[in-house]
């Protein structure tokens, strides 16, 4: 009778043991078992049989095991999951799971739905839900803005520049939403104009980091559009570990065009075009103000009140338009030239001393002389003036240093005529 | 719902929570006499039913039907989380080929139980079911192809359109 109980003595044959000892090695190191089942060794003994078996779909399992786990780390996630009774791949079952439900929710996330949230996950549950509350937030804020820039887009064109402030990266551009909003299918803008464009966000971002200022109000005028802005810049909160500068930018070129045409026709006088009285006494008294170096001269036209009398209007106008345009060849464009009454007119000239100004009047006269020459006028053309060289220490005030030049014309006016009366 | 009684005012000391065991022993122990009675495949009819009539008056009660579906998912993990049945995750989702497929971490039905070898959860086929079609208006056939009881970590369900 055999032995059946449990401490019997079994007969295992050397080259049986070596055979399942290479097996199990094999197993252990993860080394193929091809040839080793190519050439097996027949196993007589009954208990060794179950382990050879078991052996053997431990060996499936493990293969099933590492082509399943190398397939998850290529992030293969479609890969079959192993067979059902591979218990070995459990744990990465449940990652595989696990990575499929994140990719689910990621796409979620890409297509706008934010309503995701991912629960006993550990730090991938941290990460995921804080990027989700980061992301609302952000776009919550981003929705108020441009809910305000929608509502003040009503009143005025308006746009919005947001950089981030340590890269200077374009975070957000109004203008690009609003043109991809409403013109879906327009030609895109040229290189040109693009590179203008960045050149324009950028000069902005380098205005606030450069200078190192958290809040800016300023004007700037924008060459890719040929706009003006005025620009409120405001460094705050982007994300929770970003800060940004936000540029919002109100279209003022209408305004600045009504301003500016407003200061033409403020300064300009309405029958010349060249500035006028006004413009003269704001120009002297700001040049005064700057204690730099200037001179004025006083120019008073003879004979203008004749000219209207014996030859009518008409020759009165042609005389003073006619010396205007004299002046305005004799001289460069760094001056300015005011009718400060009907025929009185005064020259502006900064950084000019009375010498100077003294050849520059004679230029004048000279041109004038020219002028007389071609006898296209039934009278001559001739002036009378007073030049007067600012001096800090007497002149504070514009009009009185007027008056001190129109004081000297009148002094050679006079002496014209006593000469006039001589000969 | 009403036939679940007042529980807040029925159980003002113990409340509304028990242990998981005494679910499971009154689970397990209703299959185990349907399954002496009337079979095996039976038994996973009758229960699979009971789930299935369960997931519709769960829909009507917790959930919200007027949601989107993306939204729908994310309310159902919530409130199954909230009512202690499982930790529900979406793997994947094909709407126009009526095709999803979702686990179940920590099952109330069956995680922890000793490996028998086949899925059990056919409460929980019927409840998913229930829920599906309620939200859908269209009939759901959910199997579990993972389980706890087959040696897995989460219980998986295919859920197709029928």
Redesign the interface.
Known sequence: MPDRSEDAMVLISKKELVYISKLVENLKTAKPMDYLLADPVEIKNSYLQDVQKNILILNEYTKELSAYSLAIAHGDLDVE?PT??N?LS??L??LH??L??LS??VN?VSEG?F???I??MGQISDSFNNMIRGLIERDARIEELILIIDVINQYTNINMYVHDQESGQLLYDEEERKSKKDNKGAAPEDENTLALKKEFADMLYKKMKEEDISSSEWDVFSEYNDKWYHVYSLLSKWTDDKRAYFHILVDISNQKMLIENLEFQVSRDQMTGIYNHKFAVNTVQKFISTQNPFTICFIDLDGLKTANDVHGHQWGDKYLLKFIEIVNASTRNKEYFCRVGGDEFILIFPEVGPGDMLNIVNRISDNVAVFNQTHEFPFKVSFSFGIEAFDKNIHTDAKAMMTMADNKMYILKRGKYINFKKI | MKALGDIDSGRPNLGGNMPVFVYRLFELSVADILEKNFGKDKTDEIIRSAGFQSGIEYAKNYLDLTLSFNDFVELIQKQLVEHKIGILRVEYVNLEKGEIILTVYEDLDCSGLPVYDETVCVYDEGFLSGILQTYTGKPFKVREIDCWATGDRACRFVAKTV
């Open positions: 999951f059902k009774h218990y459990g744990g079952k449940e799971s696990n499929l439900h689910w929710k979620q739905n309503n995701q949230k629960d006993f």
